[in-house]
């Protein structure tokens, strides 16, 4: 009975859990799913053998779906998408078609989908907000570009994004309830996010630092020790598995890695933060084509983020990170905030202060950008008994919002332009 009451309420964890949630998470099926199917049964961008990387904003769909990527960055990804790409199989009968494409563009539709209504859990049940401010915050991170992007595209971000998203608002609620993290999800959680990008590994172990008395008791300290030894050494294994034991081949590997995308680019550091590690992740960007080949002689266009062309664009990105860092000061002392300026911040030193692939960080945005409506979120509860400085907020989302629709609606048509030109 105890192993079929924590069952029950893992699936209630992961998936929708009241009438509400299945509404919503409905509308953000069929919306995604409206968009993604007309893009994998119409154009052949999602998935083409001849294309190896960077179609469309540097995404390396080919790459991932057949082989889960690169070894130094996605150590376990291979094994995620041999699945995936089996399960595909099924429905197109072995044939890189366009229904191999529309079971793709479906899976990740699904896990953007399920990641929202884990944003609206969050808001909900970890931060208890009000209904009408939980829904403002979600279909507003709904049109993020990260999230329009990854609902189509087969790659470790779409699935990183809701594996994150998911393990935080799980994290939360064992935090609020003052609960201990057990072992088995602590490694369920290192396994799934830091197999698809290593770097990611270190964002689960955050919550450890938060627990109730976690450096005054021995023995939770020890718990928290042996949950963390037994993560690493298993995670480990299934690595060092896959490369066959030659752990020297994923440091030279990933030495050549940072040296090749931390090279410094034409354009100026703070633009390429501004436009394409902020912004680029929620507000669309003008486009830029660029000629490539796969290197056997077949030549395509590939589409890629520029940087913002005016001012308004710039507005908006210092609009959104001003909220963010009113919230974070608002609520230093809130734990939960804390968890996740820290996971923010590995980002930030990776990408901003490393530079790593800072030129094309409008793709990592799955890593991080869940942070933005938690944190909007706990804005609105530290000001819940002020209601001037409450509508202040709520009406400041609502422009934010509005613009954010217009431009990201236009760029994608642009986007379309682009597909009809050269992907049909």
Not at 284 to 294: E, Q
Not at 353 to 380: A, D, Q, R
Request: hydrophobic share 50%; charged share 15%; net charge positive.
């Amino acid at each position: 009975m105890v192993f079929k009451q924590k069952f029950t309420d893992f699936l209630k964890t992961i998936f929708p859990a009241t009438k509400y949630e299945i509404l919503l998470f409905l509308i953000f099926l069929t919306v995604y799913g409206i968009l993604g199917s007309l893009i994998a049964i119409n154009y052949r961008i999602i998935f083409d053998d001849r294309i190896p990387w960077d179609a469309y904003f540097s995404f390396d769909n080919r790459a991932i779906v057949m082989t889960g990527g690169g070894f130094e960055r996605h150590p376990l990804a291979n094994y995620y998408f041999d699945w995936l790409r089996e399960f595909a199989y099924l429905f197109s009968g072995g044939k890189k078609d366009e229904t191999f494409r529309l079971v793709l563009a479906w899976c990740s539709n699904f896990a953007i989908s399920l990641s929202l209504i884990q944003i609206y859990k969050y808001l909900k049940n970890i931060i208890a907000l009000p209904k009408k401010i939980s829904v403002l915050i979600v279909f507003f991170f709904a049109f993020f570009t990260t999230n329009i992007l990854l609902s189509f595209t087969p790659e470790t971000y779409t699935y990183t994004l809701l594996f994150l998203v998911l393990f935080n608002y799980y994290a939360a609620l064992k935090l609020k309830k003052e609960q201990k993290i057990p072992a088995a999800a602590l490694t369920l959680a290192v396994v799934s996010v830091g197999g698809l990008t290593v770097t990611n590994a270190a964002k689960i172990y955050i919550p450890l630092l938060f627990e109730n008395k976690i450096f005054r008791s021995w023995k939770k300290f020890g718990h928290a020790f042996l949950s963390v030894f037994i993560s690493v050494a298993v995670f480990a294994l299934l690595f060092l598995n896959r490369l066959n034991f030659n752990y020297m081949n994923f440091f030279n590997k990933s030495g050549e890695q940072l040296e090749k995308f931390s090279k410094p680019k034409v354009t100026p550091i703070w633009d390429m933060i501004s436009s394409w590690f902020f912004g680029g992740n929620m507000l669309f960007p003008g486009f830029v084509l660029r000629d490539y080949h796969n290197k056997k002689g077949f030549e395509y266009k590939a589409l890629f983020m520029d940087v913002y062309a005016s001012w308004i664009p710039y507005i908006f990105v210092a609009a959104v990170l001003l909220l963010l860092l009113w919230s974070y000061v608002k609520n230093f002392r809130n734990k939960f905030v804390q968890m996740l300026m820290i996971s923010f911040l590995v980002d930030i030193i990776i990408h901003c202060i490393l530079k790593f692939g800072l030129h094309t960080s409008y793709i990592y945005g799955g890593h991080f950008v869940f942070v933005v409506p938690l944190l909007i979120g706990w804005l609105f509860y530290s000001y819940r008994n002020s209601p001037k400085i409450l509508s202040f907020i709520y009406a400041s989302v609502w422009f934010l919002f509005s613009y954010l629709i217009l431009n990201n609606t236009l760029r994608m048509q642009e986007f379309f332009d682009f597909l009809n030109a050269y992907y049909q």
